[in-house]
């Protein structure tokens, strides 16, 4: 059992940095529009906490994997590096699901103000 895991981490690791990439959508759009609330009173309040709550699952996502790879006795992580230079700035998934984390909190504070009933 503890193969098969290993060979599926080692088979999802190229799929993770577009992943990543999804919830940095997702936090700028939930943050564009807590903005967008702010500046001009729209009415955006229910997006705001959706997307604070899509953040947020891929904050809770993140985490697992890193415990996972942790159980699996592997530094799950993705590299911002370029391969070409052999430069390798590995960032620990728990590093990614924090500033998710973050974000995710800061949107359902706010999203859960500015939401009108």
């Known amino acids: 059992m503890k193969q098969f895991m290993i060979e599926m981490m080692t088979m999802m690791m190229p799929y993770m940095k577009p992943l990543m990439w999804l ?6 759009v939930g943050l564009a529009l807590l903005i967008m609330h702010i500046i001009f ?4 309040g229910g997006w705001v906490l959706l997307m604070g709550r899509i953040v ?4 809770i996502f993140f985490f697992a994997c890193q415990i ?3 159980f699996l006795g592997a ?3 993705i590299n911002f590096g370029d391969f070409s230079k052999m430069e390798f700035n590995i960032v620990p ?3 990614i699901g924090a500033g998710f984390f973050v ?3 800061v949107l359902g ?3 859960g103000r500015t939401r009108e009933i």
């Open 23 to 28: 919830g940095v959508i997702a936090s700028v």
């Open 41 to 44: 009173r729209s009415s955006t």
């Open 56 to 59: 947020l699952g891929f904050a």
């Open 68 to 70: 996972a790879g942790f």
């Open 75 to 77: 530094a799950p992580g």
């Open 93 to 95: 998934f728990w590093q």
């Open 103 to 105: 974000t995710a909190l």
């Open 109 to 111: 504070f706010f999203g």
